[in-house]
T-cell receptor
Framework: GAVVSQHPSWVICKSGTSVKIECRSL??????MFWYRQFPKQSLMLMAT?????????EQGVEKDKFLINHASLTLSTLTVTSAHPEDSSFYIC???????????????FGPGTRLTVT | DAKTTQPNSMESNEEEPVHLPCNHS???????IHWYRQLPSQGPEYVIH???SNVNNRMASLAIAEDRKSSTLILHRATLRDAAVYYC???????????FGPGTSLSVIP
């Protein structure tokens, strides 16, 4: 299947600082990327949908000024957690939709996740 | 998107078949049924998807009820590496997002 990478895989930052997480589709062009957050023992919660070249669409309750999403190219989307606080500590997962030639266009391919710890 | 319901947890003995059920009674005619699984501390992994007919791939089989209101993911021989949370989702042909339910946590007993 298609490959999606995330960088970094884990990060520890101090409260009040900002952290950027990258999501890349390695072997296909992703017109749409999604960002999820997952707390321990819970399911994934969709945060936002980003389409290349346009503004992200945020889910209800997700602060767009705190979680900045940029989808500047068909292979890269970034999530920046601004002024991070301990309650932002979570597992952040991206996914990309686009599929390779012949692939099902509605499949989503997920990145390995980024573990954020805010101290 | 149509809602799905799954059992919270299931257990299986190693090397035995596992049938993971999913109810999606509000599915509409053109909605696809997708299954993903998530191993601890990893991103979800695509397992299989289908529309109306049963589907097989190297990972699993998907049995879809005739009325499409339920489906079953079948792992033919469970291994310890199959221990994961399995998510069933229903997506429309024009969907822009996938909403995860709580999923089924599968334990495999050696």
């Amino acid at each position: 299947g298609a490959v999606v990478s995330q960088h970094p895989s884990w990060v520890i930052c101090k409260s009040g600082t900002s952290v950027k997480i990258e999501c890349r589709s390695l072997d296909f062009q992703a017109t749409t990327m999604f960002w999820y957050r997952q707390f321990p023992k819970q399911s994934l919660m969709l945060m936002a949908t980003s389409n290349e070249g346009s503004k992200a669409t945020y889910e209800q309750g997700v602060e767009k000024d705190k979680f900045l999403i940029n989808h500047a190219s068909l292979t890269l989307s970034t999530l920046t957690v601004t002024s991070a606080h301990p309650e932002d500590s979570s597992f952040y997962i991206c996914s990309a939709r686009g599929g390779r030639q012949g692939g099902h266009s509605y499949e989503q391919y997920f990145g390995p996740g980024t573990r954020l710890t805010v101290t | 998107d149509a809602k799905t319901t799954q059992p919270n947890s299931m257990e299986s003995n190693e090397e035995e078949p596992v049938h993971l059920p999913c109810n999606h009674s509000t599915i509409s005619g053109t909605d696809y049924i997708h299954w993903y699984r998530q191993l601890p501390s990893q991103g979800p992994e695509y397992v299989i998807h289908g529309l109306t007919s049963n589907v097989n791939n190297r990972m699993a089989s998907l049995a879809i009820a005739e009325d499409r209101k339920s489906s079953t993911l079948i792992l033919h021989r469970a291994t310890l590496r199959d221990a994961a949370v399995y998510y069933c989702m229903v997506t429309s042909t024009s969907y822009d997002k996938v909403i995860f339910g709580p999923g089924t946590s599968l334990s495999v007993i050696p």
